[in-house]
């Protein structure tokens, strides 16, 4: 018997001191995966900076309204360049809220450089190579006009624009969005506001806003700009993405376009025929149920199927 309790009690001491053994490995096993899992994002995301042949210095934009409402658009972008050789550029916008991007430039130095576009899966996309040159800093300017741009609405026509983009391969250390109206709107710009990364958003004058994001951008992080101004003040007409997206806002719009008369002479038709409707039947109790009857002229009795009238007394 004590043979027996010696060897049941060493057994369950080694079983719950292997269970603790177990439960420690796997702690340490999971410890072990999230550590190689962040240096494996660290080096992904370091992987993408040393294989990139530039680095990114600085990108202002700059957005002008133009009477139209088209947008006038141009980026300044800076660059530490890593490399020796030409290099190859590419500027991807997005067409989910656009109706039309024309007069593509880039220039360097004032010098006008050869300039591809193209259409892909929904994205204007903008190439150019830069020609042989010494590593150092290096700016290109991008201009291009953004048509059907301006979401229309009821309660004031909207401006909204992704500025500092996200398609970067690097972190965006510095980074600026000008956006000016016209100057019929000087001191009518209703409301203004950014989204994305954080940002200082003030206005400059009665008709120039600025944002500056607070902190560097990383490689997918964006600034989207935004400001409202009266409706109607622009000759737009709703641009074609936007057409069966906003229905409900759309609705009010057609109605207030019909004349007052037509609605008042549609609403006197339907209530003569609701009435003309009610009237014209006749509930009669016959062994506790309701029969719709109609009524003889000649006899003055009800008879099913004919329109029902008052008796001829």
């Known amino acids: 018997m004590r043979l027996h309790f010696f060897m049941q009690s060493y057994l369950t ?3 719950a001191v292997s269970r603790k053994e177990n439960q420690m490995q796997r702690a ?8 190689a899992l962040a240096c494996g994002l660290g080096a992904v995301h370091a992987g993408r900076a040393a294989g990139t042949e530039y680095l990114w210095r600085t990108l202002n934009v700059e957005i002008e309204l133009a009477s139209s409402g088209d947008l006038l658009i141009t980026e300044t972008q800076s660059y530490d360049v890593t490399g020796q050789k030409a290099l190859q550029l590419q500027r991807t916008i997005p067409l989910t809220n656009v109706d039309r991007i024309s007069k593509v430039e880039v220039f360097e130095n004032e010098q006008a450089l050869a300039v591809k576009t193209g259409i892909k899966d929904e994205h204007f996309h903008i190439r150019w190579r830069a020609p042989h ?5 290096r700016t290109f300017t991008v201009r291009y006009r953004v048509q059907g741009a301006i979401r229309v609405h009821p ?11 996200g398609d970067r391969e690097t972190p965006l250390p510095k980074g ?3 956006l000016r109206m ?5 001191g009518e710009i209703q409301h203004w506001q950014s989204y994305g990364a954080p940002a200082a958003v003030r206005q400059l004058d009665a008709r120039t806003l600025s944002f500056v994001p607070s902190a560097p951008l990383q490689p997918d992080e964006t600034l989207k700009v935004k400001a409202v101004i009266p409706h109607g003040r622009l000759d737009v007409t709703m641009p ?5 997206v906003d229905v409900p806002y759309v609705l009010p719009g057609l109605l207030g376009q019909i004349d007052a008369a037509v609605l008042i002479v549609v609403g006197i038709g339907l209530f003569a025929c609701l009435y003309y409707a009610i009237s014209s039947t006749v509930y009669a109790e016959d062994n506790e149920t309701a029969t719709t009857m109609g009524l003889d002229r000649d006899t003055g009795t009800y008879r099913p199927g004919d329109r029902a009238r008052p008796p001829p007394y």
Do not use: Y
């Open 13 to 15: 001491k080694h079983m």
């Open 133 to 137: 040159q010494k590593a150092e800093a």
């Open 240 to 244: 074609k993405w936007q057409q069966g």
């Open 155 to 165: 309660g004031g026509d909207q401006i909204v624009w992704t500025a500092l983009f």
């Open 28 to 35: 340490v096993r999971i410890w072990l995966c999230f550590l």
């Open 182 to 186: 016209p100057s019929d709107l000087a």
């Open 176 to 178: 600026a969005v000008t």
